[in-house]
């Protein structure tokens, strides 16, 4: 069975870092893409990052570029965010997601696939 874990969300205030882990069981992901979404209340589920299975290609959501990075460990089946500089227009429920469909351009994606985490979640104070 498929699971994935988040951890590592909190309160902060505004500028401050937070780092996103985000631990996979239950299959084998080192040629899935991993990645991150974000839903804050009362909007729609928002693309923030995804890292290719080989960890070389990135992908980062127009609000976020510049300030979070992704990166993975497939030893250890886990994700990370590292996210920077972050303002109260962060605040949302962060949720993994996995799947072979790594987005290399275009339109965001809805999703990488179909297995998502339980979400955490992630207050910037102002």
């Known amino acids: 069975q498929v699971q994935l874990v988040e951890s590592g969300g909190g309160l902060v205030q505004a500028g401050g870092s937070l780092r996103l882990s985000c631990a996979a069981s239950?299959?084998?992901?080192?040629?899935?893409?991993m990645g991150w979404f974000r839903q804050a209340p009362g909007k729609e589920r928002e693309f923030v990052a995804a890292v290719h299975w080989s960890g070389t290609f990135t992908n980062y959501g127009d609000s976020v570029k510049g300030r979070f990075t992704i990166s993975r460990d497939n030893a250890k089946n886990m994700v990370f965010l590292q996210m920077n500089n972050l303002t109260p227009e962060d605040t949302a429920v962060y949720y993994c997601?996995?799947?072979?469909?790594?987005?290399?351009?275009?339109?965001?994606?809805?999703?990488?696939?179909?297995?998502w985490g339980q979400g955490t979640q992630v207050t910037v104070s102002s």
């Open positions: 997601n996995t799947g072979p469909r790594y987005p290399g351009g275009g339109l965001p994606p809805d999703s990488l696939g179909d297995y």
């Open positions: 239950g299959g084998i992901f080192s040629r899935y893409a």
